[in-house]
Nanobody
Framework: QVQLAESGGGLVQAGGSLRLSCAAS????????MGWFRQAPGKEREFVAS????????NYADSVQDRFTMSRDNAKNTVYLQMNSLKPEDTAVYYC????????????????????WGQGTQVTVSS
């Protein structure tokens, strides 16, 4: 099994920054791609970003492109999401996800690609 633990959420003013972390434990050798998703109140969980096993390639939702950066430190079994120029519409619970499956650029954006999920961390952006 793989366990994922997110941290770094909080309250920030619009225009500010936050960095989320997600530490993996357990059978980490089985992890392939990892991703970040978010869910705002009353809305469905949506894709934010993903990164390949090597960390060489990342993919972003249009809504966060050029503002968010996902990175990966395999030595620490940790992924990060640097969030800059935050907007009130970024307010959501952010979830870290991992998959042992082989993924493509397209499938890395899909919820059912991932078979391990964290508990989530709240990000609130005030206007």
């Amino acid at each position: 099994q793989v366990q994922l633990a997110e941290s770094g959420g909080g309250l920030v003013q619009a225009g500010g920054s936050l960095r989320l972390s997600c530490a993996a434990s357990g059978r980490t050798f089985s992890i392939n791609a990892m991703g970040w998703f978010r869910q705002a109140p009353g809305k469905e969980r949506e894709f934010v970003a993903s990164i390949t096993r090597s960390g060489s390639f990342s993919n972003y939702a249009d809504s966060v492109q050029d503002r968010f950066t996902m990175s990966r430190d395999n030595a620490k079994n940790t992924v990060y999401l640097q969030m800059n120029s935050l907007k009130p519409e970024d307010t959501a619970v952010y979830y870290c996800a991992a998959t042992s499956r082989t993924t493509s650029w397209a499938t890395s954006t899909l919820l059912n690609t991932y078979n391990h999920w964290g508990q989530g961390t709240q990000v609130t952006v005030s206007s």
